[in-house]
């Protein structure tokens, strides 16, 4: 049995924050979250919530007190812009009580991620997840609207990941010994294509759904008609259209460092089925 610790999560309303916020409650942990507007947070119950902004490490200072752990995200701002802060925001963390510290890998250079690796203060573990099982949400209005998935590079292979696995090996590494210098690249148990996700969402929600497959062309107008920025769109069409080796090679980290096999994408659709049924589109319509 591990002693209750108290661990500053950053970027804990986020996709992968707030897992890790869950993960570290399951295991009997005190969790402080850090938001920039705490009006608009919405937490679990007995979490700590502070107000305060990585693009100004000085405002951080009181969230850093008596924390032994800290979860960190490396942007800051909209399009995920790297933080220009990293020395002083490791400077105050250790001032307040920091030992350990996880880092979310932001997939480029990162100052803060530097400053991480080159501070033998405290034990850090890089991580690095591939691509998120919840990156499919974005198909959810137009399955919920005409049961079809327009995507381009439909047999590409992704060995995805659960976004609570993520928070799992995080919480793990923040609150237990053996992790300190590590990187743990983070993956699903299986590889995918974008017809496999689809069939395993078309499962879950118990109503079949076509797959279109847009040209390149066709993916970057869609892309640009959803509001993302050149930069975004030439990260994906990137990361889809040459997925490196590491985005598609499966690998054991979830299970060695938390003791279970990774969440497999049958199970996160399962889990997230509502978002696709039919009705979900109305509701949200009329809410
Ligand atoms: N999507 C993928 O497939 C994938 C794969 C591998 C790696 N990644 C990496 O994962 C990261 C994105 O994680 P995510 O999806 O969990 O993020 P997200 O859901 O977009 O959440 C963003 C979080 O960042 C916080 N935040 C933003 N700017 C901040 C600032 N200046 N000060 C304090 N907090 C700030 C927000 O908090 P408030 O709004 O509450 O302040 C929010 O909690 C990126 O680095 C990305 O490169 C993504």
Redesign the pocket.
Known sequence: MTQTQKILV????????RQVVAELLTRGHAVRA????AA??VLPDGVEIVE????EPDSLAPAFEGVTGLHL?????PY?APLESGPRILELARAGGVRRVTV????GPSLLEDAVRADDGVDWTVLI????M??ALEWADSITASDEVHAPFVSRLSAMVH?GDIGAVAAVALTEEGHGGREYVITGPELLTVADKVAAIAGARGREISLVELTEEQAVAQWRAAGHSEEVIDFLLEAYGNTPEVGRTVVDTVEKVTGRPARTFAQWAAEHADAFAPAARAEQLTA
Do not use: C, Q, W
């Open positions: 950053t970027g804990a309303t986020g996709t992968v924050g850090l938001t920039r507007d608009r947070a305060g902004d990585l693009t995200i490396t942007f800051g701002g995920f979310l890998h932001g997939g997840p591939v691509e998120f919840a990156n976004e």
